[in-house]
């Protein structure tokens, strides 16, 4: 199936946090595709790769970069389809300069910045799966039903702790 997400990230040692994203897309059947580049070391092969994925019909990126994180700003400085940006916490500053970077984005070019790391990334693939979400109504309805069996899950967890 073509993909309909592309998963960048700027290092392979952000894959752990980025896994959060391609998992929760797994769970809901999307077909992504995940990728490793960076705005700095690679900047001609990280717009090859947003130029080949307009091309190819991605209609989200997910970017998730640490440190002086650029990737998600550049990503959507060279297109119009909706960029996620998750912060990684893998600098000395633990991503409060990755969420810097990647939130403060000049009015004209936004990105959709989720929260630093593991959780981030999650929420980057269940974001995704939203904005697909508006045209697909299979996946809106499995969205619901997440939600139904997230709220089921606490109500569980509620009741073992009440049971101590
Ligand atoms: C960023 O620098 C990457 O996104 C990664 O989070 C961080 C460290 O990269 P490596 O030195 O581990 O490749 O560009």
Redesign the pocket.
Known sequence: MKAMVLIL??????VSVMEGASAVLEEFNIPYKMTVS????TPDRTLKLIQSSEKEGIRVIIA??????H?AGVVASHTTLPVIGVP?D??PLNGID?LYSTVQMPPGIPVATMAVGKGGAKNAGIFAAQILGLTDTRLANALKEYRKKMAAEVVRKAKKVEMK
């Open positions: 990230m700027g290092s392979d040692s952000d960076s705005a700095h070391r998730g970069a640490g440190a002086a994180a990737l990684i893998s600098s990755a």
